[in-house]
């Protein structure tokens, strides 16, 4: 008698157990899912992330456009003449080489002929035929951009062989045989050229050409001319 009721009571405990377990068991799965959900909720979805890559494209978009826009507000007329000084400089310790015309060597001819050109003024192959262009011009006339010729064989003091190009302040640029390149020189420095000088001719119309620059690069053109 005394088994029987143990085991009654073994087995009303283990079914109390069992009952007990079956009821915990939901609530862990049901905590375990909101945990999961909240994950979920704070992980971005693709339509937010297409919507921040399509933000970033529009303001590299804009930031572009405003360069464009500082880029147009910053053209400035650009004169014939100064852009034949540059072009002229840029060929500065260029090899003279008589008969040349480019684009490595020149000859003093070569060389105004091709500076003009790049501005679409186009002169004669030879200093004498370019001397009889234009408009005639003296020396205390000189204005930047002019060609200015020498008689600089002996025995012919009126016969145009040399040209170069005046450039303002006393100075010229010019194809030297002497010097064997292009350089620059300045009539009150180099008597030789001052003595030989027979006239200047003026070939560059009023016309401007348009040229973008911003203040910084426009200083640094002022200090190169």
């Given at each position: 008698?005394?088994?029987?009721?143990?085991?009654?009571?073994?087995l009303l405990i283990l079914v109390l157990f069992m009952s007990?377990?079956?009821?915990?068991?939901?609530?862990?799965?049901?905590?375990?899912?909101?945990?999961?959900?909240?994950?979920?909720?704070?992980?971005?979805?693709?339509?937010?992330?297409?919507?921040?890559?399509?933000?970033?494209?529009?303001?590299?978009?804009?930031?572009?456009?405003?360069?464009?826009?500082?880029?147009?507000?910053?053209?400035?007329?650009?004169?014939?003449?100064?852009?034949?000084?540059?072009?002229?400089?840029?060929?500065?310790?260029?090899?003279?080489?008589?008969?040349?015309?480019?684009?490595?060597?020149?000859?003093?001819?070569?060389?105004?002929?091709?500076?003009?050109?790049?501005?679409?003024?186009?002169?004669?192959?030879?200093?004498?035929?370019?001397?009889?262009?234009?408009?005639?011009?003296?020396?205390?006339?000189?204005?930047?951009?002019?060609?200015?010729?020498?008689?600089?064989?002996?025995?012919?003091?009126?016969?145009?062989?040399?040209?170069?190009i005046y450039l303002g302040n006393g100075n010229f640029i010019?194809?030297?045989?002497?010097?064997?390149?292009?350089?620059?020189?300045?009539?009150?420095?180099?008597?030789?050229?001052?003595?030989?000088?027979?006239?200047?001719?003026?070939?560059?119309?009023?016309?401007?050409?348009?040229?973008?620059?911003?203040?910084?690069?426009?200083?640094?053109?002022?200090?190169?001319?």
């Open positions: 008698m005394l088994e029987g009721k143990v085991s009654k009571v073994l007990a377990c079956s009821q915990t068991q939901p609530q862990v799965v049901n905590k375990v899912v909101k945990k999961k959900e909240k994950v979920t909720i704070v992980t971005p979805t693709i339509s937010k992330v297409k919507k921040q890559k399509q933000q970033i494209s529009l303001t590299k978009l804009s930031l572009n456009s405003q360069k464009l826009l500082i880029q147009e507000e910053n053209w400035v007329p650009l004169k014939v003449e100064d852009e034949i000084e540059w072009n002229a400089k840029e060929l500065l310790g260029h090899k003279y080489v008589w008969g040349a015309t480019g684009p490595i060597t020149y000859d003093c001819s070569g060389f105004t002929r091709k500076i003009f050109a790049d501005v679409g003024i186009h002169l004669p192959r030879v200093s004498r035929d370019q001397a009889k262009q234009g408009q005639l011009i003296s020396f205390s006339k000189l204005k930047k951009g002019d060609l200015v010729f020498f008689a600089t064989k002996k025995g012919h003091p009126n016969r145009v062989t040399h040209v170069g010019h194809a030297s045989s002497g010097a064997k390149k292009v350089i620059i020189c300045n009539f009150q420095k180099h008597c030789f050229y001052k003595k030989h000088f027979l006239w200047a001719r003026r070939v560059i119309s009023e016309k401007q050409h348009v040229a973008t620059t911003t203040v910084n690069s426009s200083k640094k053109m002022s200090k190169s001319l």
